[in-house]
């Protein structure tokens, strides 16, 4: 026969031991974030995507009341951040990640080691890029047009940099120059930070990049020829879109924040509600207006169908262009 006693440390052992079972799922999630998180930003320190995502994680860390510490993993056209954290990072929300297009492009053009739909967690979509193509400000090329005959006269001796194989950048332009019937010569680089010293240093003569470039064409460092928005900017209003001048090609890039899979959908809430709630803040708006962009809002459901669409889209795209993988 139990003694009193004995069913009472017998329960206890129950219920602690149910706790302890259910802790992974609650407390835990609820407790989320204890310490500070990292945020891998694929791309040279310096370049459009560092500044914008810089100011969003800062005001993101305060509605978390963690520290969010951005990691700067270029390489891979912006693939590689993202890429070696799926592989190795803890689904546990203290690893998280820019997604730029690539991650839905290179798998179309060259072997990868992750799977770009079924390896991430899919957490919001932020925002989209101006695309613009710049040269220096003593180039002889006034124009886009300008630049264009050039390389029609002399096929494959006029270049550009980009941020690498794959990047919106790129294949934007290689679009363009298919749809121009002209042969252009691409130098991929790592970042927009490397690809605008190259650029001012002589070392190429044009490139296409998202608007890290802004402040060098307001400086008069550069001079920028097009754009590739739907409609023209706002800050640079004269600067004709590459659909106006014939070439039909449009392109904003959306990115968002994603982790590793098998995230706890608790953990995934609670950083979606605190960057959602950071991309509405007047000082993260400042910012977008001085880049140019526009927020591009979506669920982590939304986004990861965003995902799944683009990648069939861009297969297409990737074969039109050549660039699939043999």
């Known amino acids: 026969m139990t003694s009193p006693l004995a069913s009472t440390v017998s329960r206890r052992h129950v219920l602690l031991g149910a706790a302890a079972l259910a802790a992974p799922f609650g407390a835990n999630a609820q407790a989320f974030p204890s310490k500070p998180i990292t945020l891998i930003v694929p791309w040279p320190a310096g370049g459009s995507t560092d500044r914008h995502l810089r100011a969003l994680a800062e005001i993101a860390s305060k509605n978390l009341g963690q520290n969010i510490l951005v990691e700067n993993k270029p390489g891979g056209g912006g693939t590689t951040g993202p890429g070696s954290m799926a592989l190795t ?29 079924k390896d991430f967690t899919f957490i919001i979509g932020v925002s989209g890029y ?21 390389a029609r006269k002399a096929p494959g001796k006029i270049d550009y940099g980009s941020t690498g194989i794959g990047t919106s950048p790129h294949l934007l332009m290689e679009e363009l120059a298919g749809n121009a019937k002209v042969e252009l ?24 990049d998202a608007t890290g470039w802004d402040k ?72 977008m207006a001085q880049l140019n962009q526009d927020l ?23 074969e039109r262009l050549g660039l699939a993988a043999k």
Do not use: C
Not at 89 to 117: C, E, S
Not at 131 to 141: E, H, I, L, M, W
Not at 303 to 316: E, I, L, T, V
């Open 216 to 287: 060098f064409v307001d400086g008069g460092q550069m001079r920028l020829l097009v754009t590739f928005g739907e409609q023209r900017t706002k800050r640079w209003p004269n600067v004709p879109t590459a659909k106006d001048l014939g070439y039909n090609v449009v392109s904003t890039s959306p990115y968002g924040l994603v982790g590793p899979k098998g995230m706890d959908p608790a953990v995934v809430k609670a950083l979606h509600d605190a960057f959602r709630k950071a991309m509405d803040d007047p000082k993260h708006m400042e910012v």
């Open 89 to 117: 990072a803890k689904p546990d929300g203290y690893t998280i990640a820019q997604y730029p297009m690539g991650m839905v492009r290179l798998p179309h053009m060259q072997k990868v080691q992750w799977d770009p739909l």
């Open 130 to 150: 101006t695309f613009g193509f710049t040269v220096r400000a003593d180039s002889p090329y006034k124009t886009f047009n300008e630049y264009i005959e050039a």
């Open 185 to 208: 010569t691409h130098v991929p680089f790592k970042g927009n930070a490397d690809l605008t010293q190259a650029l001012l240093g002589g070392h190429v003569m044009a490139m296409s």
């Open 296 to 318: 591009w809002y979506r669920s982590g459901d939304d986004y990861a169908k965003w995902a799944r669409d683009q990648f069939a889209k861009d297969k297409q795209l990737i």
